[in-house]
């Protein structure tokens, strides 16, 4: 039988065998970079308002090309085909090292910039990079690297390119270099030797070359480096333009919160605005009163976030002290955002809008692997509250129920199932780990992505939750499975069939077994409780159960009210029962509810439930979480 196969239903459009940098930066006619004006402003330092214009960025990047071409140091590891490690905060450098780069024939791996030295010194040496961009800040955790790599400190500081805090070369304040960094070389010291007449062209198959080395948060082992191409990303970049919400970019601006190391920040914020023409303001990291300060300030319009940031929406006295009444549409991404949620904070901004009618709260979907969007909500359907919305033109996906097996099993319409991908933006594979590519992607092309999703007859996805987060809880036969088990034992008995055989037909019943708690879901009904700042489930086992029990750690949206152990035990028992109230009762969280002071996430805001999971095993141990069960009759 052959396979359920969704197509978008967006009309397909034409996609480029060409670099990122001749993408995005062409001069397409006199005074014209990529159709757009080359005096318009491309990027803001948020905190002094230096801008650079997409004429300005072009000779920039070209200018940085050079310079990692010919200064001589340097010029032996900036080939064609070699590799630079990014390690910094959001700047306004990001964009010119990027683009810079790729404009030398440079790939570039974007690393964490709040890595240790261990954790940087793997990506270093998995990646192959050779030169380091490091912030001023990050400089020491650098040298550190280097020298536990066996470097010496005289060969460590001939690799290191410093990003430093003054923006003179950007026309913005002159800030004095840290003294103990003199002798590195710096960023605008590249700047200043010349200029290539072009960028190095990648055309044809070139385009499926490496240009992004981003790296897996590692929730399972180590990171793995995702080879994202040229065409990737190009495709992409066009594939997002027909949903996404129209623009005019003598208007409209983004304000850029994300961090840029991560590709959700350095494709949505610093290269596909530049197709879009649209200015980004840029934040060097999330905070909540300079968020409002500076919608307030740029008269920002688009913002692209993370459901943390929503959480402090729906509550940070900064939305009520600042005019954000230009904000109009909210972008989420990176992890699920819940219906309470979203109503929340949509509720609250309409109060600020002056008027001007609802913000557009709408969700995106995708993956490092998929470079990153598969799935965007457009503006008209921002009512399908919940959505991550529908599939972008020129990929096609598929439900597949069997994702440990053959994938020959499609969901059934209505029903759950893990989502596969196909088409131009899915990554080349897994840097140097051919077995983890092969476990990914499908001999016909398909990447098994792990979440598992609904699909509504109009086309929208919903996302339930990963795959191998599900908590199974209960083993459940209900009147149905006792039913067909009991005929075939009477069959066995009449045919003497082979019990084995028996117990594969047992186990191929279509029947669910157990029931299926998605974290993603309680996380999303917590939320709503008054007292929750932040929350996150896992599922713990209990032997005497036999089954998996959910278990919910929150943050207490008061801290000063549960201070001592005995009042973060009340309220867990308390949130306990409130849920009851709000959910069925296989989802009462049974392995108990943990005050704590923070939920680990990564910077994109994915929750790092291994960490939790590794926490509850220490906190239950010599004991059963269903120790603490008040039991209740199922």
Same mark, same amino acid.
């Given at each position: 039988?052959?396979?359920?196969?969704?197509?978008?239903?967006?009309?397909?459009?034409?996609?480029?065998?060409?670099?990122?940098?001749t993408?995005?930066?062409?001069?397409?006619?006199?005074? &014209?970079?990529?159709?757009?004006?080359?005096?318009? *402003?491309?990027?803001?330092d948020?905190?002094?308002?230096?801008?650079?214009?997409?004429?300005?960025?072009?000779?920039?990047?070209?200018?940085?090309?050079?310079?990692?071409?010919?200064y001589?140091?340097?010029?032996?590891?900036?080939?064609?085909?070699?590799?630079?490690?990014?390690?910094?905060?959001?700047?306004?450098?990001?964009p010119?090292v990027l683009?810079?780069?790729?404009?030398?024939?440079?790939?570039?791996?974007?690393?964490?910039?709040?890595?240790?030295?261990?954790?940087?010194?793997?990506?270093?040496?998995?990646?192959?990079?050779?030169?380091?961009?490091?912030?001023?800040?990050?400089?020491?955790?650098?040298?550190?690297t280097?020298?536990?790599?066996?470097?010496?400190?005289?060969?460590?500081?001939?690799?290191i390119?410093?990003i430093?805090?003054?923006?003179?070369?950007?026309?913005?304040?002159s800030?004095?270099?840290n003294?103990?960094?003199?002798?590195?070389?710096?960023?605008?010291?590249?700047?200043?030797?010349?200029t290539?007449?072009?960028?190095?062209?990648f055309v044809g198959?070139?385009?499926? !070359?490496?240009?992004?080395?981003?790296?897996?948060?590692?929730?399972?082992?180590?990171?793995?480096?995702?080879?994202?191409?040229?065409?990737?990303?190009?495709?992409?970049?066009?594939?997002?333009?027909?949903?996404?919400?129209?623009?005019?970019?003598?208007?409209?601006?983004?304000?850029?919160?994300?961090?840029?190391?991560?590709?959700?920040?350095?494709?949505?914020?610093?290269?596909?605005p530049?197709?879009?023409?649209?200015?980004?303001?840029?934040?060097?990291?999330?905070?909540?009163?300079?968020?409002?300060?500076?919608?307030?300030?740029?008269?920002?319009?688009?913002?692209?976030?993370?459901?943390?940031?929503?959480?402090?929406?729906?509550?940070?006295?900064?939305?009520? &002290?600042?005019?954000?009444?230009?904000?109009?549409?909210?972008?989420?991404?990176?992890a699920?955002?819940?219906?309470?949620?979203?109503?929340?904070?949509?509720?609250?901004?309409?109060?600020?809008?002056?008027?001007?009618?609802?913000?557009?709260?709408?969700?995106?979907?995708?993956?490092?692997?998929?470079?990153?969007?598969?799935h965007?909500?457009?503006? !008209?359907?921002?009512?399908?509250?919940?959505?991550?919305?529908?599939?972008?033109?020129?990929?096609?996906?598929?439900?597949?129920?069997?994702?440990?097996?053959?994938?020959?099993?499609?969901?059934?319409?209505?029903? *759950?199932?893990?989502?596969?991908?196909?088409?131009?933006?899915?990554?080349?594979?897994?840097?140097?780990?051919?077995?983890?590519?092969?476990?990914?992607?499908? *001999?016909?092309?398909?990447?098994?992505?792990?979440?598992?999703?609904?699909?509504?007859?109009?086309?929208?996805?919903?996302?339930?939750?990963?795959?191998?987060?599900?908590?199974?809880?209960?083993v459940?036969?209900?009147?149905?499975?006792?039913?067909?088990?009991?005929?075939?034992?009477?069959?066995?008995?009449?045919?003497?069939?082979?019990?084995?055989?028996?117990?594969?037909?047992?186990?191929?019943?279509?029947?669910?077994?157990?029931?299926?708690?998605?974290?993603?879901?309680?996380?999303?009904?917590?939320?709503?409780?008054?007292?929750?700042?932040?929350?996150?489930?896992?599922?713990?086992?209990?032997?005497? !159960?036999?089954?998996?029990?959910p278990?919910?750690?929150?943050?207490?949206a008061?801290?000063?009210?549960?201070?001592?152990e005995?009042?973060?035990?009340?309220?867990?028992?308390?949130?306990?029962?409130?849920?009851?109230?709000?959910?069925?009762?296989?989802?009462f969280?049974?392995?108990?509810?943990?005050?704590?002071?923070?939920i680990?996430k990564?910077?994109?805001?994915?929750?790092?439930?291994? !960490?939790?999971?590794?926490?509850?095993?220490?906190?239950?141990?010599?004991?059963?979480?269903?120790?603490?069960?008040?039991?209740?009759?199922?």
């Amino acid at each position: 039988m052959s396979p359920k196969i969704y197509s978008s239903s967006i009309q397909s459009v034409p996609l480029y065998n060409r670099s990122v940098f001749t993408h995005l930066l062409s001069q397409t006619a006199q005074n &014209q970079i990529a159709g757009f004006p080359a005096s318009a *402003p491309a990027f803001i330092d948020a905190p002094s308002g230096t801008t650079i214009s997409r004429g300005q960025l072009r000779n920039l990047a070209l200018s940085l090309g050079y310079g990692l071409k010919n200064y001589p140091v340097i010029a032996q590891h900036a080939k064609r085909g070699g590799t630079i490690l990014v390690y910094s905060h959001n700047s306004l450098a990001w964009p010119v090292v990027l683009l810079g780069a790729v404009s030398a024939g440079l790939k570039c791996t974007l690393a964490n910039s709040a890595y240790t030295a261990k954790e940087l010194a793997f990506q270093y040496t998995d990646s192959g990079a050779h030169l380091v961009f490091s912030s001023e800040e990050g400089v020491p955790t650098v040298r550190q690297t280097l020298k536990d790599l066996g470097l010496s400190p005289t060969e460590a500081d001939k690799r290191i390119i410093v990003i430093t805090n003054s923006l003179e070369w950007a026309g913005g304040p002159s800030v004095a270099v840290n003294p103990e960094l003199k002798g590195l070389l710096t960023v605008s010291q590249l700047l200043t030797l010349g200029t290539l007449k072009e960028e190095e062209k990648f055309v044809g198959e070139q385009a499926n !070359e490496t240009v992004y080395l981003c790296y897996s948060s590692g929730t399972t082992g180590k990171p793995k480096g995702v080879e994202t191409t040229h065409r990737n990303i190009t495709s992409v970049i066009d594939m997002v333009g027909p949903a996404f919400p129209p623009v005019d970019f003598t208007v409209d601006k983004i304000l850029g919160i994300l961090p840029f190391y991560h590709i959700y920040g350095a494709v949505k914020l610093l290269l596909f605005p530049l197709k879009a023409g649209l200015p980004v303001a840029i934040m060097t990291r999330f905070d909540p009163v300079q968020f409002c300060a500076n919608i307030q300030r740029y008269n920002i319009t688009i913002s692209l976030i993370v459901p943390p940031v929503m959480v402090v929406l729906a509550r940070h006295p900064a939305v009520d &002290q600042y005019d954000v009444s230009t904000l109009r549409v909210l972008v989420s991404g990176a992890a699920p955002l819940g219906a309470a949620l979203t109503k929340q904070v949509g509720d609250r901004l309409l109060t600020r809008r002056k008027g001007k009618g609802p913000v557009s709260i709408l969700q995106g979907y995708g993956l490092t692997e998929t470079s990153p969007t598969t799935h965007l909500v457009p503006i !008209e359907a921002a009512h399908k509250v919940g959505s991550i919305g529908i599939l972008l033109p020129n990929l096609e996906a598929r439900l597949v129920v069997d994702g440990d097996g053959d994938g020959t099993i499609d969901a059934k319409e209505g029903e *759950p199932g893990e989502i596969w991908i196909r088409g131009p933006s899915i990554m080349k594979g897994y840097l140097n780990n051919v077995a983890a590519t092969t476990d990914s992607i499908t *001999p016909d092309k398909w990447f098994k992505t792990g979440d598992i999703a609904i699909r509504d007859k109009e086309g929208f996805y919903y996302i339930v939750d990963r795959r191998k987060e599900l908590i199974k809880y209960k083993v459940r036969i209900d009147a149905r499975v006792l039913a067909i088990f009991s005929s075939l034992i009477c069959y066995r008995r009449a045919s003497k069939v082979n019990l084995l055989t028996l117990e594969f037909r047992f186990i191929a019943l279509p029947f669910p077994c157990c029931f299926l708690v998605p974290p993603a879901e309680l996380e999303s009904v917590l939320l709503t409780h008054p007292d929750i700042a932040d929350t996150a489930v896992i599922g713990v086992d209990s032997a005497k !159960e036999a089954t998996e029990l959910p278990r919910a750690y929150v943050v207490h949206a008061h801290p000063e009210k549960v201070k001592t152990e005995a009042e973060k035990i009340a309220f867990g028992q308390a949130v306990q029962k409130w849920i009851q109230q709000k959910v069925a009762r296989h989802k009462f969280l049974r392995g108990g509810v943990v005050v704590i002071d923070i939920i680990p996430k990564s910077a994109a805001g994915k929750i790092l439930r291994r !960490e939790l999971r590794d926490r509850a095993k220490v906190e239950l141990a010599g004991r059963d979480p269903a120790d603490d069960i008040v039991k209740a009759k199922l």
